[in-house]
C-alpha cells in the first residue's frame, strides 16, 4: 500500500529482527505487551501470520527503509481493531500521522469498515491525546487501559482535516 511518503508492506520472518528491534527497546515497548527477545519466536509468529485471513501486519517503509509497524485485527462486524503501532526515533515528522491516516484509509476505502476500536495504555499520555484528537471516543477503562471507538463520521473528519498528509488516499497493490 502506498501513500504520500510512506510504504506499508506485508510483514514476513524476514523483517523478524527489526520487529523484535521495536518490541524490546526498553523506551518504545514500555506500553505494549511484552514480547520475549526471541528471534525465533518472531519468526515462527511471522509464518503463521502468513496463513491468517483475519489480520494485517504490515511493516512501515519509508525510502525504503523501515521505520515502523502498524496491524489492523479483531474485526468486529464493521469495526476494525488496530494497533503494534510503533514508530522508531529519528523517523520522519510526518511519519506518525501519515500512517495513522493510511490505516484508516485502507480500512475505511478498502476493506469496508465504518468504525475502529482499540485500547491505549493510560499511561501513553501522547497516544491517547492522538487518538482523542482524531475524534475517538473513550469507552471504557481498566487499571491500565482506555477503549476508544472512532465512527465513520470521526475517520472522515480527521481525513479531511489532516488531509495534507494524505491528499491522494492510499494506493493498494498486490
Known amino acids: 500500500m502506498i501513500g504520500k511518503t510512506l510504504i506499508f508492506r506485508d510483514a514476513t520472518p524476514e523483517d523478524a529482527a527489526f520487529i523484535l528491534s521495536l518490541r524490546t527497546d526498553e523506551k518504545k515497548s514500555r506500553y505494549l505487551s511484552t514480547t520475549a527477545p526471541d528471534i525465533d519466536a518472531r519468526r515462527s509468529w511471522l509464518q503463521h501470520y502468513a496463513t491468517a485471513t483475519d489480520q494485517a501486519y504490515f511493516i512501515i517503509d519509508h525510502q525504503g527503509e523501515p521505520i515502523g509497524t502498524v496491524r489492523l485485527y479483531d474485526a ?44 491505549v495504555r493510560k499511561g501513553n499520555e501522547r497516544v491517547w491525546q492522538f487518538h482523542e484528537r482524531f475524534g475517538a471516543k473513550r469507552t471504557a477503562e481498566t487499571t491500565l487501559d482506555y477503549f476508544y471507538t472512532l465512527s465513520l463520521e470521526a475517520i472522515q473528519a480527521s481525513r479531511t482535516c489532516y488531509a495534507k498528509f494524505l491528499p491522494a488516499g492510499v494506493t493498494v497493490t498486490n
Open 76 to 119: 468486529q462486524g464493521d469495526s476494525f481493531c488496530w494497533g503494534s503501532w510503533i514508530l522508531k526515533d529519528g523517523r520522519p515528522s510526518q511519519a506518525a500521522m501519515e500512517s495513522a491516516l493510511m490505516v484508516y484509509a485502507y480500512a475505511v476505502d478498502h476493506l469496508g469498515f465504518t468504525a475502529a476500536h482499540f485500547d
